[in-house]
């Protein structure tokens, strides 16, 4: 008698299949990014016992450099990044030596003073065991790229104690305007364990619900609007800032073991005019923003500065971090501006510029609820989605790649890496108010002259 199989019956069986694989990934990742934040917190702790301990920015830059030069060429820069130029140029392969390099190289960058963060180790390390635990199960290269996204999204969810945001950062930040709908079950189930799996062994997170958020008005609705166009610039900012930096080290004219030492330098010398506060996670800084505590009007410039710098130059490290310092001190500030509520406004530039300089309006909106109640959701929502859209056709991912035009009147190539498309104004179809815009001005020049 033959035996029929439905439909039915095969999906089950891929769902069963895939909670599986994700769980395995989800427990792997939770205890590597357990040991990886206790052996950071530690190292920090020590290192802040001493007062001038960013002196040993040069050296912590250049032992970074030559450990990931000689050791894994891969472990470079901000570690979500190379994840994403995995998944889309080497098929999701990512050599097994980039886990222990990434974890030492950042402890050591961010312990003695380098500007970074450690959600992209997080997310290195756990794509890389996914990647090594395809190929040692032999899974065909679709499977092997979908564990690795699972790693993605376990790595951001265990890190910041954020899991269904941890999901969806993981399947949103692969394609800027995209998400990959068939990795959606594994990256839930490997971001929840994850983030379990670190919450059991004492990893603790910060969470401020919020106790004021304005009751909706039309006059706020347009001050959330306008905020989401400034984390939009500030997106902007620190995007060309990184490119400004990494193009400046590129073609600065030394030997390039010199590099990290010049960078370090320069970071000591800002130091010593500006503050160590710009060093570091910076998390202090971002839980006084959050408390409604003031800051300084050029907060958010200056730690883009200095992480573009240590990443520029040797430094190893993440970048979301230092995008929630630049969000939350830049929300800070339009607060301060319009004299609104400075919590309010921290937390709405916190994941404003997330979704701006990451492309992931989504995964943001999610954090938001996840770090600071639901009763921002709606505010959260509107001003992720316009600092998305602000921001243009650009990523702190450069290997991220464009999956929509951010406007109909932008002549721009879709399906391509950010840091290869060419952008183009559309002068066939230009909005309306251009036009009269332009026949204005012509006519103003014209009726001058004359």
């Known amino acids: 008698m033959r035996i029929k199989i439905t439909e039915e019956t095969y999906l089950l069986i891929t769902v069963i299949r895939w909670i599986l694989y994700a769980s395995i990934i989800g427990i792997i990742v939770g205890l590597s990014t357990t040991i990886f934040l206790k052996l950071l917190n530690q190292s920090i702790s020590l290192a802040s016992k001493y007062e001038y301990f960013f002196l040993f920015v040069p050296l912590a830059l250049l032992s970074s450099y030559l450990i990931i030069n000689k050791l894994a060429p891969d472990a470079k820069g901000h570690g979500t990044e190379k994840v994403i130029e995995a998944i889309h140029q080497k098929q999701g392969n990512i050599k097994a030596s980039v886990v222990p390099i990434k974890l030492i190289t950042t402890i050591i960058t961010i312990a003695c ?104 008005s039309h006059l706020f609705f347009i001050k959330v609007l306008l905020a989401g166009i400034f984390f939009g610039l500030c997106s902007f900012i620190l995007i060309e800032l990184l490119r400004l930096a990494e193009r400046i080290s590129k073609e600065i004219k030394i030997r390039d073991i010199f590099k990290p030492i010049f960078g370090g330098l320069l970071l000591i010398f800002l130091t010593l005019i500006f503050s160590t506060k710009y060093l570091g996670l910076g998390l202090t800084t971002i839980e006084e923003t959050l408390l409604g505590k003031p800051v300084i009007w050029y907060d958010f410039l200056m730690k883009s500065i200095f992480t573009s710098i240590t990443l520029s130059f040797g430094g190893s490290g993440g970048i979301i971090t230092p995008i929630f310092f630049v ?100 002068h066939m179809s230009q909005p309306r108010i251009i036009k009269i815009m332009k026949r204005f001005i012509n006519s103003f020049n014209k009726n001058r002259r004359e």
């Open 113 to 216: 003073g380098g500007s970074a963060g450690k959600e992209g180790p997080c997310a290195q390390i756990g794509a890389g065991l996914a990647s090594t635990f395809a190929n040692i199960f032999k899974f065909d290269e679709h499977d092997r790229k979908k564990l690795v996204i699972c790693g993605i999204s376990a790595g951001f969810a265990s890190v910041f104690g954020t899991p269904i945001a941890g999901a969806i950062f993981g399947v949103e930040v692969i394609f800027a305007g995209g998400i990959l709908y068939d990795v959606l079950l594994p990256s839930f189930v490997s971001g929840i364990i994850s983030y379990h799996v670190t919450d059991a062994f004492g990893i603790k997170y910060f969470y401020h619900p919020l106790n004021y958020v304005q009751i909706f």
């Open 327 to 426: 969000g939350s001190t830049a929300g800070n500030l339009f607060a301060q501006l319009f004299n609104l509520n400075l919590a309010t406004f921290s937390a709405l530039g916190l994941v404003g510029l997330l979704a701006g300089a990451a492309n992931t309006p989504i995964a943001a909106s999610i954090m938001a609820i996840e770090l600071f109640g639901p009763q921002i959701a709606p505010y959260a929502a509107l001003s992720c989605v316009i600092s998305f859209l602000i921001t243009g056709h650009r990523s702190v991912y450069p290997s991220q790649v464009l999956a929509l035009r951010k406007s109909k009147f932008i002549d721009i190539e879709t399906g391509k890496e950010m840091e290869k498309i060419n952008l183009q104004l559309s």
